[in-house]
């Protein structure tokens, strides 16, 4: 396999797991871009931090493929924010990408634990 084509399965697997925590996390109701990274890092105990120059860009894409849609509102902050929030083809998608995860994960396993 080339450089660039190894490169580019990394993108795609860093952007189907971002996509997937996302969809996640949007699956506890609607959120603003910054409510969504502090909720990633949060609940994983501050192991992901995602920064903001990958945040937008992947709820632009999800938006994109009527993921998420989203919606201004007024912050707590009293400061305007896009909401986002998970559609039913987001839901269909957050399914299949958690089984295909958690196949991944246990695969993993295997080869990193032998009987």
Known sequence: MASDDRYQNRIKLLQGTLDMLILRTLQWGPEHGHGIGLAIRNTSQD???VE????????HRLRKQ???EAEWKTTENKQR???YRLTGKGKKMLAAEESRWNRMVEAIG???RPA
């Not at 903001?52 to 709820?59: D, F, V």
């Open 47 to 49: 192991v992901l931090q």
């Open 52 to 59: 903001h120059g990958s945040l937008y860009p992947a709820l």
């Open 66 to 68: 009527g993921l998420i």
């Open 81 to 83: 924010a896009r909401y």
């Open 110 to 112: 295997r080869v990193m």
